[in-house]
């Protein structure tokens, strides 16, 4: 007996239609109406972060979103009051407005004008209106917020972060990148140094700090003290800090992955500042730390040799820094040199004979290497990327280059 697609029960096609990307689902739910009601299903939407343009007002739109189960949304353009969204759907968990330009103060209080607890995630990067105003409502309103994303928000004060301190305590991941005006004062308050204002975010796990430029060792020292749970720290482009720095973050047993990328400030001394503490760092990029050199290598394979992925681009390093470190860096799988002009051929096969793990490795601008040293590269056994940027090749190697 044949059996045709039509006959299907629903759970069935829902689970077909579950394979399918987000333009596919919604294109089946046009075919018939048993297509449409399976593909309603909940189960084919879970997890999927509806994108839209909010032009003009459309009844269905959100009931049709809610029917799906669909609790994640990003607005592409904002033509429409944003507590026209926030009505619409009372149970969204992930709000995402990066890039929304022409949200301001005022758009957002009339948004958020009671709590709303099924809110976890909040991404307002790059929407260069709000100011501290909007955080104080944040803090009020969305207290189970977990995730906040404040990158290129230039008008975020010290202010903003006191309010964020005293409000948002289930608070994990913080971008603050290149909010100008955040110093040491406001880090503070996160850390919880000021507990008369603010308990602060004690659960930070994810804190980005990027071209944050009037940030010192002060606020390394707060981050040491207070924030002891935190997994991910990004720093780079941060010029105020200094090697001193290091020896607070040196006791952050918690740190996995610590980016110090275009830190001027930090040399071999900062290197052997974190070498000699109690971290156990997976991830460790100081590339364009251009006084960073052979000796920070030595360092990092006598304290960090549990690194899984090692970022030194541009940094004076040689062979004799690679010899220095290989042998004892076997946990590594990502390592980038690329624009790290003195490495020959004789450092290609110290990685080649040692750093049997690697499954990424970045030459890009390395101009002293030759075909020579490539084909060792090329005879890891786990090696899948190789990226060699300007270097020409004439004959084809195993790895597909980019």
């Not at 099924?118 to 929407?127: A, I, Q």
């Not at 004076?316 to 860096?329: K, P, T």
Request: proline content about 1%.
């Amino acid at each position: 007996m044949d059996i045709h697609v039509s006959s299907l029960f629903p759970e069935i096609l829902a689970m077909i239609f579950n394979y399918l990307d987000v333009k596919g689902k919604g294109r089946v739910a046009q075919v018939c109406t048993a297509w449409r009601d399976a593909s309603y299903h909940k189960s084919v939407w879970r997890g999927v972060e509806a994108k839209l343009h909010l032009r003009r007002a459309n009844p269905s739109l959100f009931p049709s979103l809610q029917t799906r189960g669909i609790k994640k949304v990003q607005i592409l353009s904002l033509r429409r009051s944003l507590s026209y969204v926030i009505q619409g759907m009372p149970n969204i968990e992930s709000l995402n407005l990066s890039g929304c330009y022409n949200l301001t103060d005022n758009g957002l209080g009339h948004a958020f004008v009671q709590d709303i607890p099924s809110l976890r995630v909040l991404n307002l990067s790059l929407c260069k209106q709000i100011t501290d105003s909007s955080l104080g409502r944040i803090a009020q309103y969305l207290k189970k917020l977990e995730l906040l994303d404040l990158g290129g928000c230039s008008n975020i004060t010290n202010t903003g972060l006191l309010l964020i301190a005293w409000g948002l305590h289930n608070l994990k991941s913080l971008n603050l990148r290149s909010c100008r005006h955040v110093s040491d004062v406001g880090i503070g308050h996160l850390a919880g140094m000021t507990r008369s204002a603010a308990e602060g975010c004690l659960s930070l796990e994810h804190l980005t700090l990027q071209d944050c430029q009037k940030l010192t060792d002060l606020s390394l020292k707060h981050i040491s003290k207070g924030l002891n749970k935190l997994k991910v720290l990004n720093l780079s482009f941060c010029g105020g800090i200094s090697d001193a720095g290091m020896i607070h973050l040196s006791h952050m047993t918690h740190l996995w992955t610590l980016n110090l990328r275009s830190c001027d400030n930090i040399s071999d001394t900062g290197i052997m500042h974190l070498s000699m503490g109690a971290l156990r760092l997976y991830g460790l990029d100081v590339s364009f730390c251009d006084k960073v050199g052979d000796q920070s290598l030595a360092y990092i394979a006598q304290g960090l040799y549990q690194l899984k992925s090692l970022s030194l681009c541009s940094c004076h390093i040689s062979d004799d820094g690679i010899n220095r470190m290989v042998r004892q860096m076997h946990e590594l799988k990502t390592l980038n040199i690329g624009q790290c002009v003195r490495i020959t051929d004789k450092g290609l096969e110290l990685i080649a004979d040692h750093l049997t793990q690697l499954t990424g490795i970045d030459l890009y601008g390395c101009t002293k290497i030759t075909k020579r040293g490539l084909e060792r590269i090329t005879q890891l056994p786990c090696l899948k990327v190789l990226n060699l940027g300007l270097w020409q090749m004439t004959e084809n190697l195993k790895i597909q280059y980019i």
